[in-house]
């Protein structure tokens, strides 16, 4: 199959790309590297069956020939980075979305959007299961991407329902391993970051918050799966349903990494969620699929990759 895979440069759409690719598909990665990078792509670019576009996908996207399936990752992913030009982020998850769906109907391609366990907010059911419609403030700093994901999941439905596109929506939840970026501000490559550089580990509030954390091979599997579904367009979360408090985390990456640094707790930043896991019993049910990777076993791959990167 020839399958494009926006945001193909970044964290996950680089592990997406490659799994593809080992497959034995044709991959098209779209990227306008602002989050994602060259790097990340470098050892895909002999192979004859990739090609890398260069692109922003707020403006139009005009490809030749068929597509058969598309991937849309391309959103930056982390607080740091959708809230430097909060507006830009809106116009990805909007415009984009719209643009990346005009192709799709174009090309008669069945398409995915990586949402996100965020179009939850702040949840106030535990764990979150996908008929839940959450709890997200539409007004505050990280609105842009949380309602941004919102609208994306709509317009999703509408081409579905007016349009007949072959719409399939995975809320991705916390996702780590290699090529996370070292400055993105996400919990695990900070602490890892920080453990590696002997800096103290910054926890916000008292560190009691709890996320799930799921390793980006598992994540990447189930991205396939549902793409490769049959008939099915509501919603699947896509998540590890280990449940740890960010304390816990920062200790068990001081214990891996064998760091002497201290921990440190800052304030909360405003509307960061208190309880995030997913409860994934649609997607076992639909495409068997659960993570198989534990914490530690996937922590090291990640801690490797940071000492090589530092
Ligand atoms: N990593 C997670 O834990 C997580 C959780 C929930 C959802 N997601 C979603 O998965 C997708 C990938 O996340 P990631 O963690 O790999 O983040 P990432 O920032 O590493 O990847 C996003 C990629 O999209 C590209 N991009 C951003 N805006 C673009 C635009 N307008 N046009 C073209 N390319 C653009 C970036 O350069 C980058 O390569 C995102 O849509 C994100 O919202 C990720």
Known sequence: MKILVTGGAGFIGSHLCEYLLGKGHEVICVDNYFTGSKKNIQHLLSN??????DHDIINPLFLEGKIDHIYNLACPASPIHYQVNKIRTI?????????????????????LQASTSEVYGDPKIHPQHELYWGHVNCNGPR????????????LMMAYHWQNNIDT??????????????????????????????????????????????????????????????EGFHDPINLGNPSEFTVIKLAKRI????KSKSEIIFHPLPQ?????????????KKLLCWEPKIELDEGLS??????????
């Open 48 to 53: 004859s069956n990739f090609k890398a576009i």
């Open 91 to 111: 116009k990805a998850c909007t415009v984009g979305m719209v643009n990346i769906l005009g192709l799709a109907k174009a090309k008669k391609a069945r398409i």
């Open 143 to 154: 609105s842009c991407y949380d309602e941004g994901k919102r609208v994306a999941e709509s």
């Open 168 to 229: 399939r929506i995975v809320r991705i939840f916390n996702t780590y391993g290699p090529r996370m970026a070292k400055n993105d501000g996400r919990v695990v490559s900070n602490f890892i970051v920080q453990a590696l550089k002997g800096e103290p580990l910054t926890v916000y509030g008292k560190g009691k918050q709890t996320r799930s954390f799921c390793y980006v091979s598992d994540l990447v599997e189930g991205l396939y799966n549902v793409m490769n579904l």
């Open 254 to 257: 001081k214990k891996l990494t």
């Open 271 to 283: 509307d960061d969620p208190v309880k995030r896991k997913p409860d994934i019993s649609l997607a």
């Open 301 to 310: 791959h990640t801690i490797k990759h940071f000492k090589e990167m530092l």
